[in-house]
């Protein structure tokens, strides 16, 4: 149920920019997703930023501009824990970026919610409501799963970016208690439409 109503209002968010453009003004990310670095995946994602301002500070030699935003990027992925489970994520994060523009270097803090969705592996015994141990195939768990993330990335050119993201996270209500997870991604942005204009 609760995997559910956060997919629903996932989705509701992402409809409802796709209905103003939304896919050909933000920025697509696709990129490796790895559970505790080397448990292989894929993640797919999306970013709106809903308010941009720049700063300015006067060097000896030079002007460096940064511009900053807020933002929020819904995301879905899903990783391969071999020979003990698969895991599927919806997640959206809300954080604060910061771009150096002659460089292109930018960094990026949020804080991500999601839903995670455990397939375990192989066959799961449970007990049933007689008391006798039955089998389970592809038997899940959700979770909710907040987290923390650092995202270090390089505008290459307009409408093109590579980017490096850690996250921390915790499974809560996990076997009664709290999971430490970590993740690792490394991917590409990509704009359609900065891309068509730089052309």
């Known amino acids: 149920m609760k995997h559910s109503l956060f997919t629903l209002i996932f989705l509701l968010a992402l409809s409802s920019?796709?209905?103003?453009?939304?896919?050909?003004?933000?920025?697509?990310?696709?990129?490796?997703?790895?559970h505790f670095y080397?448990?292989?995946?894929?993640?797919?994602g999306t970013q709106y930023n809903w308010r941009n301002w720049e700063k300015e500070k006067e060097r000896k030699k030079r002007t460096i501009t940064k511009n900053k935003s807020l933002?929020?990027?819904?995301?879905?992925?899903?990783?391969?824990?071999?020979?003990?489970?698969?895991?599927?994520?919806f997640n959206v994060d809300f954080g604060y970026q910061k771009l150096k523009e002659r460089k292109g270097w930018y960094q990026a803090y949020s804080v991500g919610l999601?839903?995670?969705?455990?397939?375990?592996?192989?066959?799961?015994?449970?007990?049933?409501?007689?008391?006798?141990i039955k089998t389970k195939?592809?038997?899940?768990?959700?979770?909710f799963m907040p987290s923390l993330n650092l995202e270090i990335g390089k505008e290459?050119?307009?409408?093109?970016?590579?980017?490096?993201?850690?996250?921390?996270?915790?499974?809560?209500f996990y076997n009664t208690g709290v999971s430490a997870e970590t993740f690792l991604e490394i991917g590409l942005k990509i704009d359609l439409n900065l891309l068509k204009k730089s052309e």
């Not at 080397?38 to 797919?44: A, N, R, S, T």
């Open 156 to 172: 290459m050119n307009p409408g093109f970016a590579w980017f490096t993201k850690f996250t921390i996270a915790s499974k809560l």
């Open 17 to 34: 920019y796709a209905q103003n453009d939304f896919w050909e003004r933000k920025p697509i990310s696709i990129s490796y997703y790895g």
């Open 71 to 89: 933002f929020f990027s819904p995301q879905v992925g899903f990783y391969v824990h071999p020979q003990n489970h698969s895991g599927l994520v």
């Open 137 to 143: 195939n592809a038997a899940s768990r959700t979770y």
């Open 38 to 44: 080397f448990h292989p995946g894929l993640k797919i």
């Open 114 to 132: 999601a839903s995670i969705s455990q397939f375990n592996a192989g066959t799961t015994y449970v007990e049933g409501n007689d008391g006798s």
